[in-house]
């Protein structure tokens, strides 16, 4: 028995009710925009991994990794190159995530998590554990987690009065991130010169370097957390008209800003872990996916294909449009994230809304 489809009124939203009883929305524009970005990330990750000093063409690259390639070609894609590309869809796809979980939270476009202090707080767990430690590629990751997941149990407690609520979360986001970038300058002021060399190439955001280690503990985390933050999504899109409405369409509206905000830190965490604090990806990767979407809600998919297809974009560019200079794919995204909000500073202000 196939399920029912029925057409929202005056909206191509559907409404598909399955046999046992479970029912959703399906918007045919959000899903060819999903399809659309999934397939520009891997054809992205396609292209980057047949880049480099050894060039391989698309075709190549394809029929290398379903097992059809050279012994040299094999070695280059699936030990050197792969990994990477993977870790840099797997982090791209992280930060749209949980910048789109925190701006629908926040209510808030700047509501990301780069924006309100949980990007510097993996920053401080990492650099505390180089300039303090000395600690290995390994333990500077976990020092990054266990600063994200501190920094967000903190602004959670600071913004809790009688419930967290998306300005004053926003407000003590942006004040804890300015007292851990001090402590961040704090730190690279009592390093020693190769700390603070090797602190300043983290803090940058970058890929290189990165292989199975970092996929591995990435893929499972989404394995885990994906499926959460999809569940609820549909109590996501309540929140966004506002506490009170939510509570009257009955939507637990502590309980679920709890688990999905422990989501999303732990996904910004781990991202922030495996590649650095990568800047602006989180911040306007949802905005950019919802335009395309034209669609109400976190856009949670559209937003994790945006934020993916984004930086293995930027990698490729940080790679190939400087010659020998190659860059760090943060400041590419840096550079990208300020394009943006310049834009977006125009388009306001022509709107009449700044």
Same mark, same amino acid.
């Given at each position: 028995m196939k399920p029912t489809v029925k057409p929202s009124p005056k909206s191509s939203v559907k409404a598909v009710r399955t046999p046992g009883g479970y029912s959703f929305r399906l918007d045919p524009r959000s899903l060819v925009v999903v399809v659309g970005l999934l397939v520009a990330a891997l054809a992205a990750g396609v292209v980057l991994v047949g880049s480099g000093d050894f060039d391989i063409a698309p075709v190549d690259v394809v029929r290398t990794l379903f097992g059809g390639g050279t012994a040299q070609q094999d070695f280059i894609v699936n030990e050197l190159r792969l990994p990477r590309v993977l870790v840099g869809l797997l982090v791209g796809a992280a930060l749209g995530i949980s910048g789109?979980?925190?701006?629908?939270?926040?209510?808030?476009?700047?509501?990301?998590?780069?924006?309100?202090?949980?990007?510097?707080?993996s920053a401080v767990g990492a650099l505390v554990v180089i300039v303090w430690f000395g600690g290995s590629a390994t333990e500077v990751a976990v020092g990054a987690l266990i600063?994200?997941?501190?920094?967000?149990?903190?602004?959670?407690?600071?913004?809790?009065?009688?419930?967290?609520?998306?300005?004053?979360?926003?407000?003590?986001?942006?004040?804890?991130?300015?007292?851990?970038?001090?402590?961040?300058?704090?730190?690279?002021?009592?390093?020693?010169?190769?700390?603070?060399?090797?602190?300043?190439?983290?803090?940058?955001?970058s890929l290189d370097g990165r292989d199975?280690?970092?996929?591995?503990?990435?893929?499972? @985390?989404?394995?885990?957390?994906? /499926?959460? $933050? !999809? +569940?609820? *999504?549909?109590?996501?899109?309540? #929140?966004?008209?506002?506490? &009170?409405?939510?509570?009257?369409l009955g939507v637990p509206?502590?309980?679920?800003?709890?688990?999905?905000?422990?989501?999303?830190?732990?996904?910004?965490?781990?991202?922030?872990?495996?590649?650095?604090?990568?800047?602006?990806?989180?911040?306007?990767?949802?905005?950019?996916?919802?335009? @395309?979407?034209?669609?109400?809600? /976190?856009? $949670? !998919? +559209?937003? *994790?294909?945006?934020?993916?297809? #984004?930086?293995?974009?930027? &990698?490729?560019?940080?790679?190939?449009?400087?010659?020998e200079s190659k860059l760090p794919v943060g400041v590419v995204t840096g550079v990208l994230g300020g394009l943006y909000l310049l834009w977006l500073l125009v388009t306001e202000r022509k709107a009449g809304r700044i």
């Open positions: 789109a979980v925190f701006q629908s939270i926040s209510r808030n476009p700047l509501g990301s998590p780069d924006i309100i202090g949980f990007g510097q707080g600063g994200g997941l501190a920094t967000g149990v903190a602004v959670y407690v600071l913004a809790w009065q009688k419930g967290v609520h998306g300005y004053r979360l926003v407000l003590v986001g942006i004040g804890t991130a300015a007292m851990l970038t001090a402590c961040i300058q704090y730190l690279l002021t009592k390093a020693q010169l190769v700390d603070a060399t090797r602190s300043m190439v983290w803090l940058t955001g199975w280690a970092q996929v591995w503990p990435l893929l499972a @985390l989404f394995a885990v957390l994906l /499926p959460a $933050i !999809l +569940a609820y *999504g549909r109590p996501l899109r309540m #929140l966004e008209m506002g506490d &009170d409405a939510a509570y009257a509206v502590q309980r679920t800003r709890t688990v999905l905000m422990l989501a999303a830190v732990l996904l910004n965490a781990a991202a922030t872990a495996a590649a650095g604090p990568i800047s602006f990806v989180a911040l306007t990767a949802p905005q950019l996916a919802r335009r @395309l979407t034209r669609a109400t809600g /976190p856009n $949670i !998919l +559209a937003a *994790g294909c945006m934020g993916a297809t #984004l930086l293995v974009v930027a &990698d490729w560019a940080s790679q190939r449009l400087f010659g």
